[in-house]
């Protein structure tokens, strides 16, 4: 996998090359989001990628009616894409807008690409240069009382095919004249051990702790009992119907490796009938086993040269994680660049619902400079210029940047009837479609009932707002629910223990 990892690298490097001469200037500054740090690298790459799309796409415009389709398809997606960008930020060209969120989507899946890439090879890396087999000939033992070592072996022997060994490698031994000491140290502490609740082995009436290990010491030790009906292996006394004290021997077998302090019973094991590639596997295991017990008290295990008269080499297989990893950065890549499109679709969710809560307040605004005197169109260019006076950097309402888009629409010569059409479709929502209507009709008509007509609009505006806001506060209770129910639960776990304690006590 690491040379997967590196060719990756070096396509994005080949494609840093190609971009570099990219022009982003004019790009960023037109951006609707900021940047982020070192974005413009990635920039250019999305550019570049985009502008080989394109060219691409331009030549392939005359391989037959399947791309004739497929380039529809694009062109309407696009087009609806650009209609919902329009409507959050219309005072941006819906070209400028199309091209700026694709290119933002490229550039951020190549950012978690690269980004994974990079993360995936060190893990790889690290994995390689972390392994036991060094030099691929010899494996540095655990010293007395760190265990065994486990690790993974390819086997590769000229002429045949390469083997993989799951092989453990015991820690290093101690020596018989060690033994011998650390035995003799343990007898002695034999006594002591056993008692359990007895008062002295002259005198058992409980269980006995038969142990089968001492800390600090590497046997085994196994019991026998010369009478099974008193003392059982396990420690356990059978005296309930003992009528007179009766004597019974415990023997204790101490083991380490193959050294016993005790008689061993030998078992007789058959043989199993082995394919070739499974004796063969059993000549590598029994080759390991014979090098591995020739050298138990080493500080080193140098693994065999040879397998029978065949000579080997061996490397270490190391099961890296790090292709899972990658596998996860590419999937989180193509969420990334899909819920771009899920990020258009709350922003219009959010706008829906802004326009919803600000309808009241312009019905009443135009209701009011009505009632004074002014014009339907000055009402709207003195909505617009108050909003611009007292409109905060970064902070926008988007019913009057409509309304903006209105006014720039009255003071370019377009009709009062078309552009307050026009304010209606932009806004989408039943309420302004309305508002549109009915200012379109007092145009091309006139009536005297307008302002009349305008109350009444601005007076349900208003219950309607009531309803919304009522609306909007039970569901936001239903979301306090779940916190509401952990802090309930966090109460009743802090009055519980201590009270559990407390009664255990």
Request: net charge negative.
């Amino acid at each position: 996998m690491i040379y997967v990892y590196l060719i990756i690298l070096l396509l994005f490097l080949i494609l840093f090359i190609c971009a570099s001469k990219e022009n982003v200037s004019a790009y960023t500054a037109g951006m609707i989001n900021k940047p982020y740090p070192g974005e413009v690298f990635f920039l250019k790459a999305a550019v570049w990628c985009m502008r080989v799309k394109e060219m691409c796409t331009a030549r392939l415009d005359k391989d037959g009616k399947q791309h004739n389709s497929m380039l529809y398809k694009e062109q309407l997606s696009q087009s609806r894409l650009g209609k919902k960008l329009k409507l959050l930020n219309p005072e941006i060209s819906e070209k400028q807008q199309i091209k700026d969120f694709y290119i933002r989507q490229y550039s951020l899946a190549l950012l978690v690409l690269f980004i994974g890439n990079i993360f995936s090879l060190c893990i790889a890396l690290s994995e390689q240069t972390g392994g036991v087999l060094k030099d691929n000939e010899y494996i540095q033992r655990n010293a007395y009382g760190k265990g065994k070592t486990e690790l993974m072996l390819s086997a590769q022997v000229e002429g045949r095919e390469t083997e993989e060994i799951s092989y453990v490698v015991e820690e290093q031994k101690i020596t018989e004249e060690e033994i011998d000491v650390l035995y003799k140290n343990a007898v002695e502490l034999i006594p002591a051990l056993i008692l359990g609740e007895n008062s002295g082995l002259d005198k058992v009436t409980k269980d006995l702790a038969l142990v089968s290990s001492i800390d600090g010491y590497p046997f085994t030790i196994s019991w026998e009992s010369s009478s099974y009906s008193l003392v059982h292996t396990d420690g356990s006394v059978q005296n309930e119907e003992l009528e007179a004290p009766e004597v019974v021997t415990l023997s204790a077998c101490f083991k380490y490796d193959e050294i016993e302090f005790e008689n061993v019973f030998p078992v007789q094991i058959c043989p199993v009938e082995y394919t070739e590639r499974e004796l063969f596997i059993k000549r590598i295991k029994n080759s390991l086993e014979e090098q591995n017990q020739a050298s138990r008290t080493d500080e080193i295990f140098t693994l065999p040269k040879k397998i029978g008269d065949e000579d080997v080499t061996w490397k270490e297989v190391i099961r890296g994680s790090s292709g899972y990893l990658f596998l996860l950065i590419c999937a989180a890549a193509v969420i990334v660049f899909v819920s771009q499109n899920k990020e258009v679709e709350e922003k219009l969710k959010k706008r829906s619902k802004e326009l919803l809560l600000d309808y009241p307040e312009v019905v009443n605004k135009l209701t009011l400079y009505m009632g004074a005197g002014m014009t339907i169109r000055n009402a709207f260019l003195k909505m617009g210029e108050d909003y611009k006076k007292q409109k905060i950097s970064d902070q926008k309402r988007y019913v009057y940047e409509e309304i903006l888009l209105l006014c720039h629409e009255l003071q370019s010569g377009v009709s009062e009837t078309e552009a307050y059409t026009h304010l209606g479709k932009r806004c989408s929502l039943q309420q302004y479609m309305k508002l549109s209507a009915m200012l379109s009709q007092n145009i091309r008509k006139g009536s005297n009932n307008l302002l009349l007509m305008m109350r009444q609009e601005a007076s349900d505006a208003f219950e309607e707002r009531k309803n919304t806001a009522k609306k909007l506060g039970e569901e936001a209770g239903t979301k306090l629910l779940i916190p509401m129910m952990m802090m309930l639960c966090i109460v009743m776990v802090i009055i519980m223990i201590p009270a559990y304690f407390s009664f255990s006590a």
